[in-house]
């Protein structure tokens, strides 16, 4: 459990990037596309989110480089006749609305960002390690000056 | 200036991971070989190490794609000619040796690892934005149940 001193410097408020300041790509979108996104926001992984504004997967530089040389012949045709939902990752470990500070601070040692979706795979938003960063440089400055501390 | 106590929770020793232990490529390497080096791995940036040990630069999916994309045709071949110096980014952000644990902090803010070079610029190893956040998971969980927390 997480105490209430280091909740209040690590989550102020929820760390939600919402939905509609995420970069993100559609399954029907081609490969090409994909990638034109993720080059010129220098971007590394981004969310595919459907229609319905449900969130789908993930697609990344190292999805697409993966593709591209496993390929006979790395080919920028393919990439445009491709589309994403051939290529994304489907599985992905996800945050769903309600999700306790602790399940988020574990899994942000092995994801650079998570989805936040609600019960119906509605994304919402995502998380990254950025804006949990911000927060313990804030802490680890701030701590020690704003409270006494002693060994129990 | 970060206290003792977060001190003792986040950097109770150097966080470095040693050259070593550290994939990267050369800088005389082919483009395609370091594109199958992060494939094969996983990562999404590398350091480059010239045959002295030193720092040269890093190599990214990222700068790959963009060159990929860049060309008139996307080409395989293109990929086996062109070598890692020909396209690396040499403006990389690093740590020199000696470094504060509040530089460290505030730079994780931006980057998924930093370099860590000596003074002649000698490639020591790395440190991550993962073993950050392994210590500010136990810092989170334990510090509240190891100390009284009082508001001065």
């Known amino acids: 459990m997480i105490g209430p001193v280091v909740t209040h410097y690590l989550f ?3 760390l939600l990037i919402p939905a509609e300041n995420v970069a993100h790509v559609m399954p029907e979108h081609s490969v090409m596309h994909a990638a034109l996104v ?12 459907d229609d319905d504004g449900k969130f789908a997967g993930t697609i990344g530089l190292s999805t697409i480089m993966g593709d591209l040389l496993d390929w006979d012949e790395i080919s920028g045709e393919k990439m445009k006749t491709l589309k994403v939902e051939d290529v994304m990752d489907r599985k992905n470990n996800v945050l769903v609305q309600g999700y ?3 399940q988020l601070l574990r899994e942000m040692v092995h994801f650079n960002f998570l989805p936040v ?8 938003g995502i ?3 950025k804006e949990i960063l911000k927060r313990i440089n804030f802490l680890a400055h701030e701590l020690e000056k704003e409270y006494r501390i002693e060994k129990k």
Chains 1, 2 share one sequence.
């Open 117 to 124: 979706v609600d019960e119906k795979n509605v994304f919402l």
């Open 38 to 49: 993720l080059s010129s926001l220098g971007y590394n992984r981004i969310p595919v989110i």
């Open 100 to 102: 306790d500070d602790a």
């Open 12 to 14: 102020p408020e929820e």
């Open 127 to 129: 998380v990254t390690r």
